[in-house]
């Protein structure tokens, strides 16, 4: 049985209150999922009712994938060796257009050291694009195996998601109704 560790301690908890903000904002989300190689896709989709608003996604774990699928900039993508928050954020938007959603998330990200680049720990940028507003973060890697590091990156774009939504989500009105005993 999978635990909240093996999903980089996001919880079952988080999961089921990201499903229900969704489920009642009426949004639909796609993914494109690099480093995390569907394990976003996995969460999103676990719960029952989920195809209320999880559209679909994709991996692209190729660079030259990232471009032709999603839009990213070619030349920046060489550059960057698809890394980067403008990576991550243009795969969001890419796959939300691809899709036709109103929310995007991205991963893309070093699993592991890379000496040849120059990457001595292991890191990620994780994006969430909705309605022209993007939020990137960046998931530090130090101390973390592969898949600890995926888990903990696909963990940490499902928690921007949800801070996202909260802060798109209207403010709560009350409507008190005055009564009189008679």
Known sequence: METDKDRGGWTEAEGRSLHTALLAGGWRVAVAESLTVGRVQ??????????????????????????????????????????????????????ARLFGCEVGLATTGYAEPDAARGVATPYAWVAVARAGDTRTERVEGEGLDRTALQAAVAAAVLRLLAQTLSAAAPPLQLNLVRTTAK
């Open 42 to 95: 996995v969460e999103l989709g676990r719960w029952s009712g989920a195809s209320g608003y999880f559209a679909g996604g994709l991996t692209c774990y190729a660079a030259e994938a990232k471009v032709r699928l999603l839009g990213a900039d070619a030349a920046h993508v060489a550059e960057v060796n698809a890394v980067s928050a403008r990576v991550a954020e243009e795969m969001a938007c890419g796959v």
